[in-house]
């Protein structure tokens, strides 16, 4: 491996911030776009079931704000080479957000946050949705310029960026999304609102189909851009944790597939327990989902495959 124990808090922390931006965002979408517009007759039941999911983001975005200052601090300890307690300084923290395409994606990434804590807190006002669901796409979207993409020069460095983003997006879509779909179907449980679930679980089996598609389509560019080859995918350190991640992103598919196939039509009836089992497995999809976040936060600090 290309990384050291040293690397662990950034890597622990890139790991953290990934989850915590996921969940914020995919609550976001989930509430933007799968828990709205509900059925009218449930619209006020959807009110209140989407509480939870709202304190979950709130939580997230500030979990996301802290672990970004703490990475910030410890790239810039890596980048000036002095210890954590000298590069935590205002003069070298300054000199990294103005300097470094890192610190200046740090501060947008902040503004942004900004931006949704101020959408958040005007959450009941249709007004702020869209400006919400934007300032979160990009939120997930920025990311690509913290890592290996943001490094990637002429033509396919723009290719490799656009992929990234929408990746990145993707991903917080769906992974984040569980989490919210979570705590929706246990109070859709307790409340015994079966049509209501049923029209939630629909919708997000939908945007879920989309994410996948779309994180198969941008994975083979990335891996295109980033191994190179089958061979190196076999050969390196960077291409066999590649290949751990595939196999993680292919056990949630598994559980997606049968939450959509075998689980989504029996939800017409709660005795069959059908929104229990949805429940575990959405549960799985979730930890699993954040496995991979935490592989991502350990590929961000290797030299991609190609290079070796």
Known sequence: MDWS??????????????????????????????????????????ASRVIPTLRVAWFSLGIAVISAGLWLMLQASSMSGMPFDQASSSDVLSTVINETQFGQVIAVRLGLAICLTVCLAFDTRVIARW????????????????????????????VHVA??????????????????????LRACCRSKAVSLASHVVGRFSIIGLMCVGTLLFTGVINTVILVGSVHALIVTDYGRLLVLKLALFSLMLMFALINRLVLTP???????????????????????GLIILAVVGILGTMHPAIHS
């Open 5 to 46: 124990a040293a690397e662990t808090p950034l890597v622990a922390t890139r790991a953290v911030h990934f989850a915590a931006t996921a969940i914020v965002v995919g609550d976001v979408v989930f509430r933007s776009v799968i828990a709205a517009p509900p059925p009218r007759a449930e619209a006020g039941v959807v």
């Open 131 to 158: 400006p919400e669901f934007a300032a979160a796409l990009a939120f997930a979207g920025s990311l690509a310029w913290s890592g290996h993409a943001g490094a990637t020069i002429g033509e396919t460095g723009y």
């Open 163 to 184: 992929a990234d983003a929408l990746h990145l997006i993707a991903a917080a879509a769906w992974i984040g999304g569980l989490a919210s779909l979570i705590l929706f």
């Open 266 to 288: 029996r939800l017409s009836s709660f005795r069959n327990g059908a929104v229990g089992w949805l429940t575990c497995n959405s549960t799985a999809e979730l930890v699993l």
